[in-house]
């Protein structure tokens, strides 16, 4: 039987003026083969990555620990609490991207072993979604300094949700909260970009690496996602809508009551539910957010500190949950924080929300993240350390609103978002005082459609994190065997 012109599969555009905006999959819309298949199908993946490692003994969880409330949780990660039986918390991942020293192999089959030295935060927030680690370079391709067998060595390959995309056509977006400069000899855009895509060849071919520069505004990435156009043509386009004082959702209202007509009763509460959750959104990106310019070429080492860091957080989270929603973007990366930021959480964390340190309660510093991280090098290291722990918590407080998002809105019938996402939260470094890299804090929150079994902690002795982006990719339905060197796909369920 062939399908009516409302029919569809996986989601339905509504158009009107050149615009396209994309909503909910309807039940009453869906095949009964189309709906079968696609119940409960993961077909959403993100990264969240947190800066300059963590306060371990706050921050790592028990791993025979069974997750089912706050209680089982770790200080850092108690905001969490409430979607504990959502979680798999990761325990002994290795990133041997962020070390130093390494041997690896060369383009021409040989081996060598090299030691970068400094440069440990761009090494890290380079190298963490990629296949291959960063070096040092200024041609892009291949490491020119050190001696010539060390110039054979590949540069970063591509990052884990470009192969994604790659292999499944996966729509992706890439956010930060900040921009930041290269540092040590490496080139500008390792510590605020996790997303790259690399033609490899042999050396002298002028292949070059195409960093997916990140959006930092979040109207920016509002509209890029339901507009339908790039975030350079975003001046342009807001002016026109300005004079003519439309909305996006003005332009779509006529179809949009063409469709309401064709949606059984639960379906017409969903559709009227998503648009007004979009207007919502709309209005306060325009009326309450912060003002913010799209660097899509960011220059300046560090974002304007003024800015509303917590706000912009919330508005980046309320468009992924709103794109996740309506199927139009499949992924996401998402930087909270610049690696190595220096960003100071005074105006964070209130004194109230802090625990008493030495039993007397005192006010967070306004000490830089990064400052802190070394907290060796503090007067105090334990006071630096209980900062520290806060900032951490900080953290998982804003995802724990992501979370709470997907978990609260509806997908496929009987499932929530969260139950057809696996969202990965974590940092490439463990100790930011050592910048050691063994034991990297990481988590997933979701379900991947049923590739993930959560409400539990996880001892992976001492995987590396590309069997974990391996197993990522194979849980969203990407067939890759093989990220780097690695081709052991760790399994979530």
């Known amino acids: 039987m062939s399908k009516s012109k409302f029919e569809i599969s996986r989601r339905h555009f509504l158009r009107g003026l050149g615009t396209a905006l994309a909503v909910p999959v309807f039940e009453s819309l869906l095949p009964t083969k189309a709906l079968a298949q696609e119940s409960g199908k993961a077909v959403r993946f993100g990264y969240v990555y947190t800066p300059n490692g963590v306060n371990q003994s706050a921050w790592y969880a028990n791993p025979t620990s069974t997750l089912s409330g706050e209680a089982q ?3 850092s990660l108690k905001p969490l609490g409430a979607y504990a039986s959502d979680l798999l918390v990761a325990r002994k991942i290795n990133n041997p991207h962020g070390e130093y020293r390494f041997t690896e192999p060369t383009y021409d089959g040989s ?15 380079g190298g963490y979604l990629s296949e291959r680690r960063v070096y040092k370079s200024k041609d892009e391709n291949y490491r020119i300094f050190g001696p010539v067998a060390e110039r054979k060595l590949l540069m970063s390959g591509n990052s884990i949700d470009v192969e994604i995309n790659r292999l499944t056509g996966a729509r992706t977006i890439n956010l930060a909260l900040e921009t930041n ?10 510590q605020d970009t996790l997303s790259y895509r690399y033609k490899m060849g042999t050396a002298g071919t002028g292949y070059t690496p195409s960093r997916n520069a990140p959006i930092v505004d979040p109207k920016a990435a509002f509209t ?3 507009n339908g156009y790039s975030t350079d043509d975003q001046t342009a386009r807001d002016a026109i809508i300005a004079r003519q004082k439309k909305s996006i959702l003005d332009f779509v209202l006529g179809d949009a009551a063409q469709l309401r007509q064709k949606l059984c009763v639960a379906d ?21 957010g912060p003002q913010l310019v799209c660097q899509t070429t960011p220059s300046a080492p560090n974002y304007d500190p003024g800015t509303n860091h917590a706000l912009r957080i919330k508005y980046f989270f309320d468009v992924l949950v709103l794109a996740f929603q309506c199927n139009a973007i499949d992924g996401f990366t ?27 309660p005192r006010a967070m510093s306004n000490t830089g993240h990064h400052t802190l991280s070394h907290y060796s090098d503090n007067s105090d290291p334990n006071w630096a350390l209980h900062q520290i722990k806060h900032i951490d918590r900080w953290n998982a407080q804003q995802f724990a609103y992501l979370v709470g998002q997907l978990k609260a809105k509806d997908d496929y019938p009987g499932t929530k978002l ?17 910048h050691n890299n063994v034991d990297i804090p990481l988590l997933i929150a979701g379900r991947g459609g049923g590739a993930v079994r959560t409400g539990r902690v996880v001892d992976f002795g001492g995987r590396q994190l590309c069997d974990y ?15 780097g060197f690695n081709t052991n796909p760790i399994d979530f369920s």
């Open 469 to 483: 982006h391996l197993g990522v990719a194979r849980s969203v339905g990407a067939n890759l065997t093989k990220f």
């Open 418 to 434: 969260l139950d057809n996402s696996l969202i990965s939260f974590g940092s490439a470094i463990a100790n930011g005082n050592s």
């Open 334 to 360: 998402m930087m909270m924080a610049s690696e190595g930021s220096g960003r100071g959480y005074a105006s964070h964390i209130p004194t109230s929300s802090m625990e008493p340190y030495n039993g007397q």
């Open 268 to 288: 017409r509460c969903k559709l009227d539910e998503y648009l007004d959750a979009v207007r919502e959104l709309e209005s306060g990106l325009d009326t309450d």
């Open 224 to 226: 890029a996602i339901f």
């Open 111 to 125: 081996t060598v072993t090299v030691t970068e030295g400094a440069g440990d935060h761009a090494r890290a927030g």
């Open 73 to 75: 949780l770790p200080f």
């Open 181 to 190: 400069g290269g540092s040590d000899s490496y080139r500008a855009g390792y």
